[in-house]
């Protein structure tokens, strides 16, 4: 009796120790596994955070253009949609601009700077003819396969960064892709023909996110079917 207390004693010991070392081994793996995981996404190159970024400005920019097309709205049913073509822009100037201080049609929008890519100017302007925070007013630029083949006046939001301007065009359409306009960015905020109409993979758009000859990226809105 007493031998089988000694052989009992001496055999437990073994066996937590070994039980212990086990949980300990699966421990050390699983953290190493976690940590290595951890670095992998740490080096890629589009952060978590960058493409959640990305999502929220492409929503703010396309709230911000519902908001001035239906301030153009108003406009239209005041004055004629003529004079959205011949006489509107973007200044407080009553019964001419957008931006009346007494109607109120619109109010400025102003971007967040990070839709913007490095180097661009993101500084908030005050409204003027043809600007309002970042945002452009364009007259020239004929939509694609839209209307009657008229310049169809567009606001125009320039220097994306490229990511917000593929995360537009999922929103709208499904698809990142980012089409290439004929025109150069001075065509598109110097009111001048952006170059959709004679653009591949753009029939339709009332609105969108363009690379422009100079690879810089451009959305537009159409504000006014012509």
């Given amino acids: 009796m007493k031998y089988t207390l000694k052989k009992n004693a001496g055999f437990r010991p073994a066996r937590q120790a070994g039980f ?3 949980a300990l081994l699966f421990g050390i793996a699983l953290m190493t596994a976690v940590l290595g995981g951890f670095a992998l996404a740490n080096r890629s190159p589009t952060s978590q955070t960058d493409v959640e970024q990305a999502k929220v400005n492409a929503s703010v920019i396309l709230k911000q253009a519902s908001d001035l097309r239906d ?4 406009y239209s049913s005041d004055f004629g949609s003529s004079s959205v073509l011949n006489t509107m822009d973007f200044s407080n100037t009553t019964d001419q601009g957008l931006f009346d ?4 049609y ?3 929008q102003i971007m967040p700077s990070t839709a913007f890519a490095d180097g661009e100017d993101s500084t908030i302007k005050a409204p003027a003819a043809l600007v309002a925070g970042h945002w452009y007013v364009n007259k020239a630029t004929l939509g ?3 209307a ?6 567009m606001v125009v939001l320039p220097g994306l ?9 999922t929103l709208l359409y499904g698809d990142a892709t980012i ?10 905020i110097g009111d001048a023909d952006g170059g959709v109409s004679a653009s591949a993979g753009m029939a339709g758009w009332p609105e969108g996110c363009v690379a422009t000859s100079d690879t810089k990226y451009v959305y537009f809105k159409a504000v006014q079917e012509n």
Wanted: glycine share 10%; aromatic share 2%.
């Fill in 20 to 22: 212990i070392q086990a």
């Fill in 71 to 74: 301030g153009v709205a108003r």
């Fill in 101 to 104: 201080p007494v109607a109120r």
């Fill in 106 to 108: 619109a109010s400025p």
């Fill in 144 to 146: 694609h396969t839209l």
């Fill in 148 to 153: 009657t083949g008229a310049a169809d006046p």
């Fill in 161 to 169: 960064r490229q990511d917000v301007c593929g995360r537009v065009n």
């Fill in 179 to 188: 089409p290439v306009a004929t025109g150069d960015l001075a065509d598109w």
